[in-house]
């Protein structure tokens, strides 16, 4: 008691309550974000590091090898980035209350080419996720490249190959299609348009590129049989879904309803096309869309890819969604030779 009554004491007492009373009411802190995170971050950055040494390895000890692995690797941080735009995408439709045919042209686009390369790179995706299973994908992506991978797997070398088997594939149905095209004219009652149809699918054989009039003025057989897309025969349906790159092997209902779900689709694009102006396309995106609507556009330059385009839209534009037949089978009419006339006028 003494010793508290003196200054010194009293003023040491004072100092531990006053810190004791600070720790009582102040806020208590039981996060520990701040070490995990940076935990995370040290892992994160070590994973980055070795990943890049176990890269130059690959790249100095099997370069062909490396090549596979860069691609794969590329491949799939572009699947990602797309599947986070379509995400996006389809979150605005659902806020805006929008349809796929009222998105504007390029977020279109995006949802179209990323339905049918999830469908087709699903099952390399689920293969490789196990641990080391990347090895097996690689395999397959040495052995099966084309009918395994989508076009994000692909070397440039790869693509331009591939790109040129599938429409050369296609191409080997354009006689088949023609002639559907000859035989079933007879049974268009109208006379006049007969002769029109007749003499359209007779000077493509001949190799004669025709004239968007030329294949409008024949519009109105399209819609009803027998080239309606209801009225189509079996062996049309399977021709023009090789064309569309679908698989013919499929009952006649379902190849039906195929064929009219791409052609549709293919046809609110060319609307939204309209709307945006084919002159806001990059040269790259031309040629896409001269390759998905028939032609073989890998080795043409862009300016013949871009005049295509505009009169597949000059055509597409007259056209109702009831003659959207006319639209598959001008894959081939405007399609089969567009080249042969670009080196005739050269």
């Known amino acids: 008691m003494a010793l508290y009554r003196t200054g010194t004491c009293r003023l040491m007492v004072d100092r531990l309550l006053r810190k004791r009373l600070v720790m009582l009411y102040q806020p208590c802190h039981l996060s520990t974000n701040q070490k995990p995170q940076g935990v995370l971050s040290l892992i994160t950055s070590k994973a980055k590091h070795l990943n890049a040494k176990y890269e130059q390895f690959l790249e100095r000890k099997f370069p062909n090898f490396y090549i596979l692995y860069s691609t794969f ?9 797309d599947g986070k735009e379509v ?25 179209r080419q990323f339905r049918r390369d999830i469908i087709k790179a699903a099952p390399v995706v689920i293969i490789s996720i196990p641990p080391f299973a990347n090895y097996l994908v690689f395999l397959l992506m040495y052995l099966f490249p084309r009918q395994l991978l989508i076009r994000h797997f692909w070397t440039p070398e790869q693509q331009e190959e591939f790109l040129r088997i599938y429409h050369n594939k296609r191409k080997d149905v354009h006689e088949e299609v023609l002639d559907s095209l000859l035989k079933s004219a007879h049974y268009v009652t ?14 493509v054989q ?4 025709p004239e968007v009039t030329n294949i409008q003025e024949v519009r109105s057989a399209f819609s009803g049989p027998p080239f309606g897309m209801t009225k189509l025969d079996i062996q049309q349906m399977k021709a023009l879904s090789r064309i569309m790159f679908l698989t013919p092997h499929l009952p006649a209902f379902f190849l039906q309803r195929r064929l009219r779900s791409h052609i549709f689709e293919i046809h609110h694009l060319d609307s939204a096309l309209l709307q945006l102006g084919s002159k806001e396309l990059t040269d790259e995106e031309v040629k896409k869309a001269c390759y998905i609507r028939g032609l073989n556009s890998t080795h043409l330059s862009t300016e013949d890819c871009r005049k295509w385009l505009n009169c597949w839209l000059q055509l597409s534009e007259k056209l109702k969604e009831s003659e959207a037949s006319l639209l598959l089978h001008s894959m081939v009419l405007l399609s089969a030779n567009y080249l042969q006339s670009l080196r005739s006028v050269d």
């Open 73 to 81: 690797m590329k491949g799939l941080r572009m699947l990602f980035v």
């Open 87 to 111: 995400g996006r995408i389809r979150r605005k439709m659902k806020i805006q209350g929008i349809q796929y045919h009222q998105l504007p042209y390029r977020e279109m686009e995006k949802l």
């Open 190 to 203: 109208e006379q006049a348009l007969q002769n029109k149809i007749h003499q359209l699918a007779i000077q």
């Open 206 to 209: 001949q190799g004669v590129h």
